[in-house]
């Protein structure tokens, strides 16, 4: 029973000799954990801004639907061996997009698009804006919602009907919120009345609140539309809803050969178009936003090794002023490890006191930039066991040294220090 009581405080005596050596002088434990304060919480405060954004952006692009899908024309490789930009071709036709719809299996929708940057007038109010030939279909394939007003019809695109549905932002900004339905809107050089306004979707690659949508069929009257050498309707994109997410990539696969098929292109050849997939979009904004979080979390964290640096030099100037202690402690039987470990615990000590202080500071910082400002936060679990066991780290690593050197003093040049 004595032998393992022996045991229990020779394990706790270093702890509580390091806790006394940092409650002895507050102030200074105080000072020099505040490098390690402001680096834990602005590592948790950046972190949590980025892991925010990530958030709300894979969100945003949720709600046009995972199980979208997108065909742009481009990517394929000129004559000179330059490698157009996705978009930048006119290889996409009418006819693929009926050829999609009829021989391509688990495609719930297609919808083909064809559009274009034109001047919006609306009584004294003008603005640019993407005008979008399309089909009633999109509104299936994006998964939309009238805030008001119906989109056009299927009788609509057959009889070519000069009618047009606002995207959000296209209504606030050419009507500031007011009823537009009913009234006349020029798209360049067609007027067009307004039957219905989107829901928005938010501020999203390819969200549909800064369109305007028309039929397909009065675009074409509306634009001189490109043709293709066999007399084929040239369209900007194809848009299309899957049945089976876990089918993916055997729709692409199928999409692919149909469509090099259709454009007879070699075996050798690239691909004139691009086949993307909202989970492929989805998943390369999360890893760049995940990238760039980290880089934000680095970037705060040369503050934590600023803290550390601080850290070392209080702990040496430590065994400085306590080096008489030492010298008893190690004539009364003490060990150089005993030493070591006392001095190393009570830097690790420091530094957690540190990083638990940045955790409280760096999470109501996050609490308030969510809560007053116009970013939204996101502190996770993980991000806090990081910043933490980092600050930790830190303390075992500067305090190593200092450590090293309290354990290899000569005891008796120890008892000699004034």
């Known amino acids: 029973m004595k032998r393992s009581e022996q045991s229990v405080k020779r394990v706790i005596r270093p702890f509580s000799n390091a806790w006394g050596g940092v409650t002895s002088h507050k102030l200074r434990s105080l000072l020099t954990i505040l490098g390690i304060v402001i680096g834990v919480s602005a590592v948790i405060a950046l972190m949590s801004i980025g892991k925010g954004a990530e958030a709300d952006i894979l969100a945003r692009i949720q709600t046009l639907g995972a199980d979208l899908m997108m065909i742009n024309p481009g990517s394929g490789m000129s004559a000179g061996g330059i490698r157009g930009a996705q978009g930048s071709m006119t290889t996409l036709t009418m006819e693929d997009a009926t050829a999609i719809a009829n021989k391509v299996d688990l495609v719930s929708s297609v919808t083909p698009l064809y559009s274009k940057s034109l001047q919006l007038i609306a009584g004294s109010q003008n603005m640019n804006s993407q005008v979008t030939g399309t089909t009633p279909a999109y509104m299936q394939t994006y998964n939309l919602n009238t805030l008001s007003g119906t989109f056009f019809s299927d009788y609509d695109l057959q009889r070519g009907t000069r009618v ?37 979707k938010g501020s999203v690659s390819g969200s549909p609140d800064d369109k305007v949508f028309i039929p397909l069929t009065a675009m074409q009257q509306a634009v001189a539309q490109q043709r293709t050498a066999r007399g084929e309707q040239v369209i900007s994109s194809i848009s299309l809803k899957v049945k089976d997410l876990e089918q993916s990539d055997k729709i692409i696969t199928d999409i692919t050969g149909l469509l090099r098929s259709r454009h007879q292109l070699a075996a050798t050849a690239e691909n004139d178009f691009t086949v993307t997939s909202m989970e492929e979009v989805a ?69 957690l006191a ?65």
């Open 164 to 200: 047009a549905v606002l995207g959000y932002n296209v209504w606030q900004t050419l009507y500031g919120g007011s009823d537009p339905l009913g009234q006349d809107l020029r798209l360049g050089t067609i007027i067009v009345r307004v039957i219905g306004v989107l829901e928005s």
């Open 354 to 418: 540190g990083g638990l202080i940045g955790v409280v500071l760096g999470w109501g910082s996050a609490l308030l930039l969510s809560t007053f400002g116009t970013y939204h936060t996101l502190v996770s679990v993980d991000i806090v066991i990081l910043a933490v066991s980092v600050s930790v780290g830190i303390g075992l690593f500067f305090g190593f040294y200092p450590a090293w050197q309290a354990s290899r003093l000569n005891p008796i040049e120890a008892l000699r220090h004034d």
């Open 283 to 351: 998943s390369t904004v999360s890893e760049t936003m995940q990238t760039t979080t980290m880089l934000l979390g680095a970037i705060a964290a040369i503050s934590l090794l600023v803290g550390g640096i601080g850290v070392m030099n209080i702990m040496l100037v430590s065994v400085l002023e306590r080096t008489r202690e030492i010298g008893i402690r190690k004539a009364l039987g003490a060990l150089d490890r005993d030493i070591w470990i006392q001095f190393l615990i009570e830097s690790a000590f420091l530094t």
